[in-house]
């Protein structure tokens, strides 16, 4: 048994499940489909005294139309999100995504709380959550709150939950009108985290000119990142007046701590970066404006 | 560290077993139940050595814990073939387009390739290449493994092709 020894819990609400977490302390961690904290578990890069399992957890599963937003519950798996028709009408980008997580046997045990609340730099949902401004619901034994997404992902693998805390569920606001969508990423074999990635959205008004923009950008700093700068540059442009090159450029000017390592420098990585942000941006454009 | 109780239906047989909740499931599997076909590569999600089938989903049991399928039913390799040992369409595929050299992908490689085909019964190649992206092997350069999952999707075997 390669993991250090822990208890398990199986509780069957969220209450139950927030006030043992607040009870066992620091040392108690909750397990969704176990596909990250599992192998960081067996190879001994983490160690926890008690294991709080959500599987049992009550309503936290499914996909529903709230407010105008798709709300799905943390619990959700990536591959009931992949075959959702509700998922591709209402947020393709996040249906475009799903297909990139690892390979279908993850996807079958892995959820989309666990993505978000692992907060892996190089992951595909965290920067779909960044580029659409989707709204993250939380519960912790002092109550509900909900966390926008730009203020969600806070440091290496750190988001803004206390210890307390779960992701209950993810609400992703629809974007109407003339939209695009598309996610580009590169990674040596498929199914790998990328080297870098970007999830962009475009709305754009009745002419030819940008209405709103999101860009999500994965593998490219500690933490997923959100082009701040360029969608404030981008937005009211007209189309004709940028070129995707530019808007490359422009999302990478001002990252400031892009990642080296075995995988690839950050020169490279900031090459790889300029180039999926420029063809991510042209077919979510074209895709808009053949809508 | 108090163990855990837990009822497994494996290969359609019901088990109840007493596990330390560190113990994964193809330790369980493995150990426990004394089925080895379920093979363990890297132990960390990546080689797909380890598949099997939990209430009918292809996942890794190297990243579940046995106390995670309690109540669930398990199908391993050991469960694949008929009670009278005739090899299922996916096995005889693998084994009449050379799928396996060594062997020790080969369990993962058609626990994977039963759901997918079930979930896929036409699929493209390029579907097949996706579906079996997920599983390592070392031995054969994957093309017989293609070549086995083609014959598998089209329900012809060699025997029939050369017959
Ligand atoms: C071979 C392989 C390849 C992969 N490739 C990719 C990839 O390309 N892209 C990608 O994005 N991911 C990839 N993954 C990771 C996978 O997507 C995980 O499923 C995901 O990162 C975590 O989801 P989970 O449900 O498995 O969470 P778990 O592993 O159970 O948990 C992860 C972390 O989140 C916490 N957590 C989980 N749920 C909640 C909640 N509701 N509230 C609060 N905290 C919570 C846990 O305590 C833990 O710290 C890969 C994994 C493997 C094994
Ligand atoms: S042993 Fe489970 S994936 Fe390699
Ligand atoms: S046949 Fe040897 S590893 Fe695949």
Redesign the pocket.
Known sequence: MKPSAFDYHAPTSVAEAVSLLADLGEDAKPIAGGQSLVPMLALRLTALEHLVDLRRVSGLRGIEQRDGAVRIGAMTTQAVIGRSAEVARGVPLLARATPLIGHFQIRNRGTIGGSLAHADAAAEYPAVALALGAQLEAQSPRGRRTIPADRFFTGLWGTDLADDELLTAVAFPRWDGRCGFAIEEFARRSGDFAIAGAAVAVALDDGARIRRCGIGLFGLGPTPLRASAAEAALTRAGLADVTAEDVGRTALADLESVPSDLHGSADYRRHVGAVVVARAWQRAVQEASDA | MPDVDIQVRVNGTLRRDTVPPRLTL?DYLRERCQLTGTH????H??????TVLLDGQAV???LVFAVQADGAQVTTIEGIASPDGELSPVQAAFRDHHGLQCGFCTPGFVISVTAFLRDHPDPTDEQIREGLSGNLCRCTGYQGILKAVRAAADGTSAMEETG
Do not use: T
């Open positions: 193809a363990l590569g890297c132990e999600g990546v080689c797909g050595a380890c890794r049991a190297c």
